[in-house]
């Protein structure tokens, strides 16, 4: 499992218990060309360069949407340990943007413990500059509740109940 930044760099972590298996949850996250269903972000993904589904090294072009915004990011699988952990680092034009990590752990009623995770991986230039590509000034704020969502809507899909509708 990787360990956690030794530095300074801006994490975010939501944590929510899902009743489901952390097989089942790590499926689903780790199926990024599902990530729209989960995440009010994004929308969507594809597998590069060859990959056809998560292990490490595996690329993916992520596309994003926030508004009248729109943009699209490298993602590289850098964790993929089923099912413990999914992690993938982020880049745009090639500079580091982003990691974003989920942990599984089961707990003994059968449900599990979701955390996802993101680190900001940006200068301050890309900072600066991700205001104009995405609309979001406050990203670490903006990831807190968009991630709330995230985890709300697999919530409901993996334990059969209406997803929440806001974004």
């Known amino acids: 499992?990787?360990?956690?930044?030794?530095?300074?760099?801006?994490?975010?972590?939501v944590d929510r218990?899902?009743?489901?298996?952390?097989e089942a949850l790590w499926d689903r996250i780790a199926d990024v060309t599902r990530?729209?269903?989960w995440s009010p972000e994004s929308a969507g993904a594809t597998w590069t360069g060859g990959a056809t589904g998560p292990a490490v090294g595996a690329r993916f072009r992520g596309r994003n949407r926030r508004g009248w915004h729109r943009w699209s990011t490298t993602c590289t699988v850098t964790e993929a340990d089923r099912p413990r952990c999914f992690e993938f680092a982020v880049t745009f034009t090639g500079f580091?943007?982003?990691t974003w990590r989920y942990e599984f752990a089961p707990a003994d009623d059968g449900s599990t413990l979701v955390t996802e995770r993101w680190t900001d991986d940006r200068g301050i230039l890309a900072r600066l500059g991700g205001i104009g590509i995405s609309g979001v000034r406050d990203r670490a704020a903006h990831n807190r509740a968009t991630m709330t969502a995230t985890l709300e809507r697999l919530a409901a899909a993996a334990e059969g109940s209406p997803a929440p509708t806001s974004s």
């Open 96 to 98: 580091a943007v982003a």
């Open 17 to 22: 218990t899902i009743a489901a298996s952390p």
């Open 1 to 13: 499992m990787a360990a956690a930044p030794a530095d300074d760099r801006p994490t975010v972590s």
């Open 35 to 37: 990530m729209d269903e």
